[in-house]
């Protein structure tokens, strides 16, 4: 699919789609919950889709009651058949370690990008909990079979966090004493808040302590019944944010500022470099009422920020530097390549050295015809950036959203 993004305003107001990473980690602890989730406002990305099937495949039965999920969990994982990930690598780190939980034999596999993603962690630490693992050089496909033993554990968190998140999910819903999990240079720490916020929301007991410890202790009960409202997702609506900072005059609701979604902080860089806006809980409201100035941001804790600052700093006068390249090899794409090459292609003042991007704003970009890199951030990074160019963007593959 090709889209052509002519220079425009835009005005009026969205609300924001659901966060795919609550509603993941949500269907995650309702798998693993014995009773009955109440799931309310759930996402229908394709990567929310493959979740469910996952938690079907594995034993969950799903009702769907208009804007809800109601699914019943005996909560233990019974995977039948092959578990299908499609392109969702959040999917694949997390609840890999919750299908080891079974004694099965199961084959693990996806499409797209994710067959491309190293998964070293399957070879370096899934052994360590007595689960057979057979990689495919280190890709998908991957066969395992458990059970998963949680035992105290050191890992290193560096390439990324998903993981760490598995690991809790699957410990404190098996764990039969207090275990301790330790982490060395642990990445997208916010992202592990909202695990250990969903996780105690569940009823479980999880601890984060000093030196980043994990110390999980057993539950003696839980409510039957849980409800979860899954939450506006920041991730995307730091693209409708910055479109709003850039070229319009809008409100995006359904954002909750108390959230501890990593994403959230594009509120802060918003306010930074100068654009007009007025957060409130539930709907933020912004325009393009003011210049704005460059700015200088640590991405490595949120690197899906990284698309919709590029887009950002191409409008702001100055030069600002974007750190936590390093974080961007292992996405759909390779990001920090992929954000070269559009945004050159567009005349940007634009590169990358060593773990920094540095962008020079000022400089009014031209309409040019781009790829998305079958990713839907680079493809929305450049649909945002092409609002306020010189003449007509065409974007092929924009699909990939």
Not at 323 to 329: A, E, F, T
């Amino acid at each position: 699919m090709k889209v052509i993004v002519s220079p425009s305003g835009i005005k009026g107001t969205i609300v924001a789609p659901p966060s795919k990473s609550a509603m993941q980690r949500a269907l995650a602890l309702a798998l693993l919950h014995n009773g009955t989730t109440i799931i309310e406002n759930p996402g229908i990305s394709n990567d929310d889709k493959a979740a469910i099937e996952i938690i079907k495949n594995c034993g969950a039965i799903i009702k769907v009651e208009g804007n809800k999920l109601i699914i019943n969990s005996k909560g233990k994982v019974n995977p039948e058949g092959d578990i299908f990930f499609g392109e969702s690598g959040l999917s694949l780190r997390m609840f890999a370690p919750i299908i080891a939980l079974s004694e099965r034999n199961v084959l693990l596999n996806g499409a797209g990008s994710l067959l491309k993603r190293p998964i070293s962690f399957f070879d370096d630490v899934f052994p360590l909990l007595q689960i057979h693992t057979l990689t495919n050089d280190g890709k998908l496909p991957v066969k395992i079979k458990g059970p998963l033993k949680p035992i105290d554990i050191e890992i290193d968190g560096s390439s990324s966090s998903q993981y760490l998140t598995g690991l809790l999910f699957a410990y404190a819903s098996s764990a039969d004493r207090e275990i301790v999990i330790k982490v060395n240079n642990l990445k997208s720490k916010p992202y592990i808040a909202l695990s250990l916020q969903m996780l105690i929301h569940f009823g479980y007991n999880v601890q984060w302590q000093e030196n980043d410890h994990f110390h999980i202790t057993p539950i003696s009960k839980k409510e039957n019944t849980i409800h979860y409202f899954t939450e506006g997702d920041w991730s995307g609506a730091a693209f409708l944010l910055v479109a709003g900072a850039i070229a319009g005059n809008i409100t995006v609701k359904g954002l909750s500022l108390h959230s501890a979604q990593a994403d959230k902080a594009i509120v802060e860089v918003l306010k930074n470099c100068g654009a007009h806006i007025m957060a409130n809980e539930n709907e933020i409201l912004i325009s393009n009422q003011q210049p704005l100035s460059a700015f200088h941001f640590d991405a490595t804790h949120c690197p899906d920020l990284f698309p919709p600052l590029a887009a950002l700093a191409c409008y702001c006068q100055g030069t600002s530097l974007i750190s936590g390249v390093s974080r961007l090899v292992a996405k759909e794409s390779d990001r920090a390549a992929s954000l070269l090459d559009i945004f050159s292609s567009m005349g940007a003042d634009i590169e990358v050295t060593g773990d920094d991007m540095k962008i020079t704003g000022g400089i009014i970009l031209k309409g040019a015809s781009l790829h998305s890199h079958h990713d839907h951030r680079i493809a929305m990074a450049a649909a945002v950036a092409a609002l306020c160019a010189d003449g007509e963007t065409s974007i092929e593959n924009a699909e990939a959203v």
